[in-house]
């Protein structure tokens, strides 16, 4: 079946770590986002790529980290340098041409230790 | 920063009514976008009405854009328990050559059976 995949659901991550959350789609999409939900929140963009080897930073992209070498994925790094990284974060697909909606994945829930 | 800002934060109401949900946002857009996202989960793609549309209908749903007022309201007539949620609103700029989807705090919907 065709959509985004996002993995793992859950992740734990201890103080100093690195961890990468991996995001994955088959629907020929050529955008792809990050976005970090706080509890009770709204989405707030980390990172967005709308095309293979570029991206562009969103209003929260310090501590994180992504690359985008192939249009199926758009894993994110969030790095030791993110001070609060505990959130559930959510990737999204969409194609551009036209602009239509976005698909987003089930989601990873963050957690320090 | 957030574009679209969602009113009210919270809104609960019996099954049968009609709900309505507003969102305000900043600068010009060429479409916006309603999603819904159930506790825990992705989001899912509601209904997108473009800069040049004023209202739009699917199933229970109706949005109504005002680019004057940059406003938006979604409406959910004949509520079920089926549609607590929390409802977004998301908005694509007119920046050149940029597909930034950016989206608002949400408005959690309660229906009471």
């Known amino acids: 079946d065709g959509g985004i995949t996002q993995s793992p659901k859950y992740l734990f991550r201890k103080e100093g770590q690195n961890v990468t959350l991996s995001c994955e789609q088959n629907?020929?999409?050529?955008?792809m986002y990050w976005y970090r939900q706080d509890p009770g929140q709204g989405l707030r963009l980390i990172y967005y790529?709308?095309?293979?080897?570029?991206?562009q930073k969103g209003d929260i992209a310090e501590g994180y980290s992504v690359s985008r070498e192939k249009k199926e994925s758009f894993p994110l790094t969030v790095t030791s340098a993110q001070k609060n990284p505990t959130a559930f974060y959510l990737c999204?697909?969409?194609?551009?041409?036209?602009?239509?909606?976005?698909?987003f994945g089930q989601g990873t829930r963050l957690t320090v230790v | 920063s957030q574009q679209g800002e969602e009113d009210p934060q919270a809104l609960s109401i019996q099954e049968g009514e009609n709900a309505t949900m507003n969102c305000s946002y900043k600068?010009?857009?060429?479409?916006l976008q309603w999603y819904r996202q159930n506790s825990g989960r992705g989001l899912v793609h509601l209904i997108l009405?473009?800069?040049?549309?004023r209202e739009k209908h699917s199933g229970r749903l109706r949005v109504t854009l005002d680019t004057s007022k940059k406003s938006s309201s979604l409406l959910i007539t004949a509520s079920r328990a089926a549609d607590t949620a929390s409802y977004f609103c998301?908005?694509?700029?007119?920046?050149?050559?940029?597909?930034?989807?950016?989206f608002g705090k949400g408005t959690k919907l309660s229906v009471i059976p």
């Open positions: 999204a697909s969409r194609k551009i041409s036209p602009v239509v909606e976005a698909f």
């Open positions: 629907l020929n999409h050529d955008a």
């Open positions: 790529s709308q095309i293979v080897n570029d991206f």
């Open positions: 600068t010009s857009i060429n479409n």
């Open positions: 009405i473009r800069s040049n549309e």
């Open positions: 998301a908005t694509d700029s007119t920046g050149a050559g940029s597909y930034q989807l950016t």
